[in-house]
């Protein structure tokens, strides 16, 4: 069973749901260190010889079309992390379908060509937006990889189901992917991407994967540019999110190299190719 390696491509001042967070009206304002970080990024794929799926925000696709263009010639997959960074739960249905739509047809338009994949904000849909997967059918995607099936900070859905599955509605059907957690003492933990991966040292990370793929499903795992990036600015923020946001940004880099390095990488889409028939209706 392969690992599925993703990036959410954003910049270091869209970190979530603090006051600190700066409105999207100074985000052209701020000094962006997403290009630097994303080629950073790209060059240790290159050196692995792997291929990851790249959910870049609309207002960075919009703003640094090569970087999509780039990752597209490497053979990266592109997808769809919204447009303007925003939860899913503070919005309506229709706020969110526009947002959907907006940060779809911004990429395609830089790629040429349909894409096929979704990633929430914060992983931010929860039991309150019932109406999330209907709207991302109707914005014309056909996999999402937004639930995180353990509380945290910003939703969540406990309880969920854990591996790949399909959802069904009245406008067509979608296959999830939720965020990888593994049961310790009957208790839902993830290890696999942003504050986790930093926190947990490399040994237990791989091992807690070799243990998700023996059961049978893939292991997710996510990062962010800024993440390989230890001299990025800072927002203010309380003690307990900045541990969260900045703790170990130092050893990402590191642990990168040697997860693509030793573990099998493909992305969502050559996923989607060659494993239809594992994924429950």
């Known amino acids: 069973m392969k690992c599925i390696f993703t990036v959410d491509v954003e910049d270091w001042f869209h970190i979530l749901d603090i006051p600190s967070t700066p409105p999207m009206s100074a985000w052209d304002s701020l000094p962006s260190r997403v290009e630097k970080n994303f080629f950073k990024l790209l060059e240790i794929f290159s050196e692995h010889d792997v291929h990851v799926t790249c959910f870049f925000l609309g207002w960075v696709a919009e703003k640094f079309p090569h970087l999509v263009k780039e990752a597209e010639s490497r053979g990266h997959e592109v ?27 911004t990429i395609e338009e830089i790629v040429g060509h349909s894409i096929l994949g979704y990633r929430s904000s914060g992983f931010s849909v929860t039991e309150e937006t019932p109406w999330f997967f209907d709207a ?46 593994a049961k310790v003492a009957g208790r839902p933990v993830c290890f ?62 590191r642990k990168i190299h040697r997860l693509v390095s030793e573990l099998p990488i493909t992305t969502f889409r050559e996923f989607l190719t060659t494993n239809q028939n594992m994924i429950a209706g």
């Open 79 to 105: 997808a769809s992390h919204g447009y303007a960074h925003r939860l899913v739960y503070e919005q309506t249905r229709e706020e969110f379908l526009r947002d959907a739509r907006r940060s779809k047809d």
């Open 192 to 253: 696999f991407g942003g504050g986790y991966l930093r926190i947990f040292p490399y040994s237990l990370i791989k091992h807690m994967a070799r243990r998700i793929r023996r059961e049978g499903r893939p292991v997710i795992f996510y990062v962010h540019p800024r993440e390989v990036d230890p001299h990025h600015p800072r927002l203010p923020m309380g003690l307990v999110r900045s541990f969260k946001s900045y703790v170990n940004v130092a050893t990402t880099e």
């Open 136 to 181: 991302l059918i109707e914005a014309g995607f056909q996999y999402d990889s937004s639930v995180f099936p353990a509380p945290r900070q910003h939703g969540g859905l406990n309880g969920a189901r854990l591996a790949p599955y399909l959802v069904r509605t009245s406008k067509g059907v979608l296959t999830e992917f939720p965020i990888t957690v």
